[in-house]
């Protein structure tokens, strides 16, 4: 009976330790991912381009590719805008910095004569 319990005990003992040894790698592996799909997007590539977070002839990964580089062109065009909004204000001051300096220099030349 002693013997039974035994090896009962060291089953599940082995059962265990070896789902927290599995539950630990998966763990590892799932952050590395996390971290290389962080890199590829940082950089601009679709997330899964390096990291296989897709398996191959996954139903969703071209609409997910379309989702990613709509929302790549989304940030894009707001890039843009921004930067189109602050060369309109640097223009807007080149402008009124001339009109200054030609002001000056009109009340210059009609003093000096």
Known sequence: MNTAIAIVAIVFGWLTISSIISAKRSRER????????????EHGYPP???SN????GSKHKDADLKDFERQKDFKDRAD???GIKNLQG???NLDTILQEQAHKNKQGTTTND
Do not use: C, P, Q, S
């Open 80 to 82: 843009l805008k921004n």
């Open 90 to 92: 640097r223009v807007a």
């Open 53 to 56: 977070f897709r398996k191959k």
């Open 30 to 41: 799932d952050k590395i991912n996390a971290a290389l799909r962080m890199e590829e997007m």
């Open 48 to 50: 899964g381009t390096y």
